[in-house]
């Protein structure tokens, strides 16, 4: 089983005991539907933040949504695009990481 369908199956687990908003009214969190009026569409973003940031699965939500590369809906407070924009410093901060930890083994071995 990958790790996205496993944070998956916890989080619709955990969504059975918590019933969070995105399950009672889950239009707003696919603000992608509202296609002929940008008003209406950032006012369903605004309104899914705002119950996200109350959600006790926002961070669990997030987590598979980063992990799953979510292109669409509002997920743990954050849009599509705002996930694109994690996993590009997440993916960056990885990457420098690896480098100085490289470059801190070379210098060890030259010691």
Known sequence: M???EKKLIKLLS???VEEPMCRQIPDIFFPED???NSS???NAISL???YC???PLQQMCLDYAVTAKEEFGVWGGST???RKALRTKL???ANNARKKAKQAAAKGNAD
Do not use: P, S, W
């Open 48 to 50: 899914a933040k705002v």
């Open 40 to 42: 209406d569409r950032a």
């Open 2 to 4: 990958l790790e996205r």
């Open 53 to 55: 940031m109350k959600c």
């Open 14 to 16: 955990a969504a059975e």
């Open 80 to 82: 599509g695009d705002e």
């Open 34 to 36: 509202y296609t002929y």
């Open 91 to 93: 993916a960056t901060f």
